[in-house]
């Protein structure tokens, strides 16, 4: 895996980093958890070296997670009932049984699981946990025990612990350390320096509190800390591992909180996977599946000497790849500087306030549920910050599991009402709606119908995954009635690997659907009757508007039912157009781009069709004719019946192109001059005249963005060669 | 040909003496009424005013269950060519009910064609689909639809072979994976594709641009989203090996897919039937 010394060092560097800060962190979680510290140090540990031998992600860190911290609390609560010792060691036991459910997700291939919930849901689990951490740290922060528990409750506690500092309770160096640790947390990483933007924050703050700690004794007059305010690790290190026991499993609550777990460890570990795959520079694709079997392992290991759930962690992997961390041995090495630490300084660790631990809690739960979460929801759209803040509600008053499988049902019931068809929204959920097939070599056209929302995205993502990366895919979403923001974000992560892998990805289609805010991956669905659409354009028609403004031309999104020219084609004569809409013209008016929306004449109307056409004006009238390749269809009947014409002195354009019209004689005239030469130059057209004007269009489906380009550098030089 | 008193009863008829001019012979309109009231007049002055029957065709009129005495009615005449016009989409009840286009599908021992968009005018079938699966029927399907295709001149055939998704050709978690997946896909694509092409061996049809498409998808979904993605105008599938009952609608599959959702005109080849359709 390693192949340069280069890469050692950068690798060893970086784990170097994380460790520093994976340090404050296990001690920290593991002690929010309501376990001895020890217990976030072993599961790192053994996160760093069972992730390195079977896991496939590259940069990920794994260690003790946020997303447990409240579960595994309330589980030494529960299952201890009272006996703070016995509820550890019971919970020893559901982490691995735990550990075990999370190997067999890996094994019958979970990896999808993160996929299936609607992103709101997501943020606004996390953001809930963020809130209890928070709420609870701060407590601890200024150096008071809090009694209760819950988000609510907790945070209705803290008058009485500033009352309780008031009275002098809480002695003045630990809260005095915590404010200034928090603070410095905020303020470090923003300034710009070179020293406090390689080494992070946390680990400045740690050596704070270990400095202040070694010199207050040495003078009086400052403030000091009294020992039950510091960590406390065991003398031996034997006395740190403990075994699991599993007296509870007769218990229901113990099955319950092993399975919550299992859940809330995969989920977060499956996000942070992906989030990092997302960063990874070289864009390589990590398997969820072989990630999970992993982690199962990794936990099933740290909980039989006594460590918490392993799960990977999103905030530490950052650091990791942050520092220049380029594959799994910066984890690993990681893992080992940790012990190492553990084993040189233990005694010089025994000084970590606690006030700095819970600082450093408190700024990432912080991260979690700060407003500008609120705000990156807000620009989706009012509904999505509906249902992300519905979710955060049901969170902080119920637990994760209720909160997060109401987020999704209240997405579900949500985008049920909004779609307004109750039998066609259940009746297409679960019924295959995509189509991958190869149009050329390698270019892939992947058309998705009816529903795209979360809980059939998977059936969207195995298609997409199938697809080289190096490939040119268009997705193709004319067909689709409503269009979700989750399956646009996933989509969205999918184009920058396709791009960074030098293929493409275009997404086709969504003009019509109408999104429902400004921002480019918010909900798609059917265009309402009464808003208006001022400035809500898709990706497609702003890389249009870009394009024309560059080129002078003039672009206008906006739907008109102006088509008179478009009549009067034979193309058009069977067919019921409905409007045109992005419109592309030059300041002459010599040629006219749209995208049309026509109907095949029928009764039932439901053949609906979209294509990108090409419209030139003549400078003079000539005989009508089509003009196609040689092999592909006769798209006018009427024309049918006519013979191909052709020209003896180009009898590669003959041979190559179809020609049709009535009065040979003058279509002939038309066409010699520049016109053959220009044409077999070029990419081959269906071309047809009606007389007064050309109609060229390539395929019978909208255009992408390069296709346009295409057309219109066609259109400009054709009515050069016409006016000669 | 089955007719009823609907709106679009005269663009079908139209639609069925413009395919016979072309393929058949004779043509048989039958309608079968409940007896309780009488349309006979209306849809007979309704057929002849249609005016431009060019081939020979007769009535029959008969009372009682519609789709078992339509196939009676096939079954007698030895017909090769059973025409019924169908709705695209059909509702909730109706799917599960089985509307009598349904029902004839899956009783029916000639081949049907199911008629979505009858048009008033003459519409051509410029662009059919049909199925490659690879199956004793296949082979003749395919060159039942080369004869179609060639009397109705139409200009481009897309043979789309479904190929149903596996733990080689549908894992691709990762780029390893992925590797695998497309290199399976590969193979696969080749074999078929030679496959078809030796079916394929010593036709020649003029004007007729042939492709072919390997589909990795659920089958029987796939070609039915491909043929209107594609805006093709008919498409073309073998019969169903065994006959459809209710246990099919709830768990849906094959077939099934494409009867519920009708994405254009579709032709079910009997290859049993002893004298072909489209002569």
């Not at chain 1, 997409?464 to 997705?475: F, G, N, S, W, Y």
């Not at chain 2, 309109?29 to 007049?41: E, N, P």
């Not at chain 2, 849809?43 to 249609?50: A, D, G, L, P, S």
């Not at chain 2, 209107?228 to 209710?246: C, H, I, R, Y």
């Amino acid at each position: 895996m390693i192949s340069k010394p280069q890469q050692i060092a950068q690798n060893l560097q970086s784990g170097l980093v994380v460790s520093l800060v994976a340090l404050p962190l296990s001690f920290g979680l593991a002690l929010a958890s309501g376990v001895p510290p020890m217990a976030g140090i072993i599961a790192t540990v053994a996160g760093a070296i069972f992730f390195f031998l079977f896991g496939s992600s590259r940069l990920i860190i794994a260690g003790p997670g946020n997303g447990l911290v409240v579960l595994s609390l309330y589980a030494v609560g529960v299952l201890g009932q009272g006996d703070a010792f016995l509820g550890y060691q019971l919970l020893l036991g559901a982490i691995f049984t735990s550990g075990v459910f999370i190997l067999l997700m890996g094994l019958f291939r979970f990896g999808v699981l993160s996929e299936l919930f609607p992103a709101a849901a997501i943020r606004g689990m996390l953001a809930a946990i963020g809130l209890i951490i928070l709420s609870r740290q701060l407590h601890i922060l200024l150096g008071v025990n809090p009694e209760s528990s819950g988000a609510f409750q907790l945070l209705a506690e803290i008058p009485h612990t500033v009352h309780l500092i008031r009275i002098g309770e809480s002695p003045v160096a630990a809260y005095a350390l915590g404010i200034v640790s928090l603070i410095l947390l905020f303020i470090l990483p923003n300034i710009k320096l070179w020293i406090f933007q390689k080494i992070p924050a946390p680990i400045w703050v740690l050596a704070l509190g270990i400095a202040y700690t070694y010199l207050a004794p040495h003078f009086g007059n400052w403030p000091q800390l009294a020992d039950e305010k510091l960590i406390n690790l065991p003398a031996n290190i034997q006395d740190a591992f403990v075994w699991p026991s599993f007296g509870a499993w007769t218990n229901g609550s113990f099955w319950t909180i092993s399975l919550s777990l299992a859940f809330i460890a995969a989920v977060e570990s499956l996000l942070s996977v992906k989030a990092i795959d997302k960063l990874d520079p070289e864009q390589r694709r990590s398997n969820a599946n072989k990630d999970l079997r992993a982690l199962g392992l990794a936990t099933m290991a740290s909980s039989m000497v006594g460590g918490l759930n392993v799960v990977a962690v999103i905030a530490r992997s950052s650091v990791n790849l942050n520092n220049g961390a380029s594959n799994a041995y910066s984890n690993l090495f990681h893992g080992l500087f940790l012990a190492l630490f553990l084993a040189l300084f233990s005694t010089q660790l025994e000084h970590i306030p606690l006030a700095v631990l819970a600082a450093i809690l408190v700024h990432t739960g912080y991260k979690l549920t700060a407003p500008s979460q609120f705000r990156a929801m807000k620009e989706l759209g009012r509904d999505e910050l509906i249902l992300f803040i519905l979710t955060y509600l049901i969170t902080l008053l119920s637990n994760l599991i209720i909160g997060i499988l109401s987020g999704m049902l209240i997405t579900l019931v949500y985008q049920l009402i909004t779609l307004g068809k109750g039998t066609y929204f259940f009746r297409t959920l679960f019924r295959p709606n995509v189509l991958l097939f190869e149009e050329q070599s390698h270019k892939y056209h992947l058309s998705v119908k009816s529903m795209s929302n979360f809980l059939n995205y998977i059936r969207l993502k195995t298609q997409i995954d199938t697809v080289e990366p190096e490939a040119e895919l268009i997705l193709d979403f004319s067909l689709a009635h409503y269009v979700d923001h989750s399956v646009l974000e996933h989509v969205q992560q999918y184009r920058n690997r396709f791009e960074t892998a030098g293929g493409s990805l275009e997404i086709i289609g969504l003009d019509d659907l109408y999104p429902s805010s400004s921002h480019p991956l918010s909900n798609r669905k059917p265009r309402g009757e009464k808003r208006d659409q001022k400035g809500k354009l898709s990706k497609r028609q702003k890389l249009l508007r870009l394009y024309a403004a560059e080129h002078n031309y003039r672009f206008s999104h906006y739907e008109v039912v102006e088509y008179a020219e478009f009549k009067a084609f034979e193309y058009f004569k069977s067919k019921f157009i409905h409007l045109l809409r992005n419109r592309l013209e030059p300041p002459d008016k010599s040629w006219l781009w749209t995208d049309i929306h026509f109907e095949d004449n029928d009764f039932y109307g439901n053949a609906l069709r979209h294509a990108s056409m090409l419209y030139v004006p003549l400078p003079k009238k000539t005989a009508p004719f089509v003009l196609d390749q040689e092999r592909l269809l006769d798209r006018v009947a009427h024309l049918a019946g006519f013979k191909d014409i052709n020209f003896e002195l180009h009898p590669d354009f003959s041979q190559r192109f179809k020609l049709k019209g009535e009065q040979v004689k003058e279509i002939r005239s038309f066409f010699n001059g520049g016109l053959i030469s220009f044409l077999e130059g070029q990419k081959q057209y269906h071309i047809e005249c009606n007389g007064d004007a050309l109609l060229i269009f390539s395929k019978e489906r909208v255009a992408t963005v390069s296709e346009i380009k295409q057309m219109v550098n066609f259109a400009e030089q054709l009515t050069e060669v016409l006016k000669k | 040909m089955g007719i009823g008193l609907s709106p679009s009863l005269i663009a079908n008829v139209k639609e069925a003496s413009r395919l016979c001019e072309l393929l058949g012979e004779e043509i048989t309109f039958v309608h079968v009424s409940d007896g309780k009231s009488d349309l006979r007049q209306a849809i007979e002055k309704q057929v002849e005013e249609v005016g431009t029957l060019a081939v020979k065709h007769q009535f029959l009129w008969k009372e009682g269950d519609v789709a078992s005495l339509i196939l009676e009615v096939c079954e007698d005449l030895n017909a090769d060519l059973l025409l019924v016009g169908a709705l695209p989409r059909e509702g909730l009840l109706r799917y599960y009910m089985g509307s009598i286009a349904r029902q004839l599908v899956r009783k029916s021992n000639c081949s049907i064609l199911l008629l979505t968009q009858p048009l008033l005018y003459p519409k051509s079938y410029r662009h059919i689909v049909v199925n490659g699966v690879d199956h004793p029927k296949t082979d003749y399907t395919i060159h039942k639809t080369l004869d179609v295709a060639a009397a109705l001149e139409a200009s481009q055939l897309n043979i789309v072979e479904e190929i149903p998704p596996n733990k080689n050709t549908r894992r691709a978690a990762d780029d390893d994976e992925a590797a695998r997946c497309s290199r399976w896909r590969h193979i696969i694509e080749k074999r078929e594709q030679h496959r078809i092409k030796l079916s394929l061996k010593g036709t020649e049809i003029p004007n007729l641009h042939i492709e072919t498409k390997i589909i990795f998808g659920k089958p029987g979904y796939s070609i039915g989203h491909f043929t209107q993605t594609s805006g093709a105008e008919l498409l073309v599938l073998n019969s169903p090996d065994t006959k459809l009952g209710f246990i099919d609608r709830v768990f849906t599959h094959d077939l099934e897919y494409i009867l519920s959702e009708l994405p254009s005109d579709l032709l079910i080849v009997h290859s049993s039937a002893q004298s072909s359709p489209g002569k």
